[in-house]
């Protein structure tokens, strides 16, 4: 069946849905209490550090707090922290923390809380990765203050710390941060955070539960993004688990939910039709669909297949079965960075505009291709991946590879794809996803983009051209210099595929009008929303 068919199917069951025909689920809660919230994808694990996937990122911000956060700006504020010194060398760094800040166990957030949990998230990110290379020392000098010592300046220390992209820089208990190592998960969720996770009614598949925290004490600022005074005005978040689009859309029509992250575009025209339902764009920075190959084992080790794919990929293919036909909803890409940004460039992105299937095909024979199979791993509960792997098999089939369709859900993708055996030993040989546009608009915030073998986001691009530019980026005092960096990034990165962009696309967030609050955004923002 294809995407259009299912679709009206879709909307049919949802019809009988709204009107009665299917039995509601039973929800125990005080109505205008009780947030329910349809998430994009399940909550499978519920690690922050240890992964990179959103839904994860969006759980965690209610039960982690940060030392800085982005407001709408893209500028990072004070969060847990009161101020800040550097030293006139700039190599070190004096911060107070707050006063009340306490975790969802009782204790007060220490500072050699914040020194652990720096030290388990420095390894899993890109902007980390730079900070423990200069690290001398980092330390707690008292209970409210720590220090960290560089051996050379890092201007964009605030925004390591309070960046939006994955994994953030989420303070935990020592103990915590202390028993789990970067690459294992941890098994308690404790944080200082404006909610609590309620671990006895996590049912993975079904439900997560967030109970609000009475001794948070938030921020006098307002709030903005994840800035500000992080101010609950519901006592509870019950996140849904609805990964059929018909079903969310029936539920929110019926009452029976308050807000859906992301409704399927071809819903949207049904949902706009009920009087007690808004819709808008969620972001205005958007998103970067994503063909994210394995550079470690074959085929996509060889640069030369890589390239063939991209030759052959049309970006208009990828988003009118993600999005549709509505132009003002999507658009092709020459680059890897945000359309509309300051640092957008297309410089040497002629063959990410090729779509040229023949051309794709020749490539592909003169690359030595032996028929090794693609394992492709699809996610079916999240739409943005099941059409995107869709779309994938068709190319690659039509493309003249040999294609293995492994249809699976988001949590086990977000598993497989951090393993590093062959593609026939449990590991895989594509996966699709997408960055959030806020994510995007630099190369330390933007993971995907980079390119330093281990370092490097699932795939593991080793490319020392693409990585030469990082540091030439960071040391540029101009716009002019900034972008100069970025084109020559983009020219490599291009020319290795470190991965295959699939288009720019906004997408729709959903709510009934009993809600206020709702801000847009690349996070579901809970604080500052409330029922009537």
Known sequence: MDRRSFL?????????????????????????RTLRFVPQANLANFDPIWGTQYVVRNAAVLVWDTLYGFDDKLEPQRQMVEGEEVSQDGKTWTFRLREGLRFHDGEPVRARDVVASINRWM??????QLLRALNVELSATDDRTFRWVLSAPFAKM????????????FIMPERIATRFDSFTQINEYVGSGPMRFVRNEWVPGARAVFQRFEQYVPRNEPPNWLAGGKRMMVDRVEWVIMPDPATAAAALQNGEIDWWENPITDLVPVLRRNRNIAVDIADPLGNIGSFRMNHLHPPFNNVRVRQAVMTALSQQDYMTALVGDDRNLWRTMGGFFTPGTPLYTEEGGEMMKAANLERGRAMLRESGYAGEPVICLVAQDQPITKAQGDVTADLLRRLGMTVEYVATDW???????AMKNPPNQGGWGMFHT??????????VLYNAVRANGDGAWFGWPNVPAVEAEVPNWLAATTIEQERAAIGRLNRAAVENVVYCPTGFFLGYQAWRRNVSGIVKGPIPFAWGVSKS
């Open 8 to 32: 009206k199917t879709g909307v049919a069951a949802g019809a009988v849905a709204a009107s009665g025909g299917l039995a509601a689920p039973a929800y125990s809660q005080a109505a205008n």
């Open 123 to 128: 390894p899993r990110d890109p902007m980390g």
């Open 158 to 169: 605030k925004m390591a710390l309070g960046k939006n992209a994955t994994p953030m820089c």
């Open 411 to 417: 949590g086990t993708v977000g598993q497989r794809r």
């Open 434 to 443: 997408w960055h959030a546009g806020a994510d995007a608009i630099n190369p």
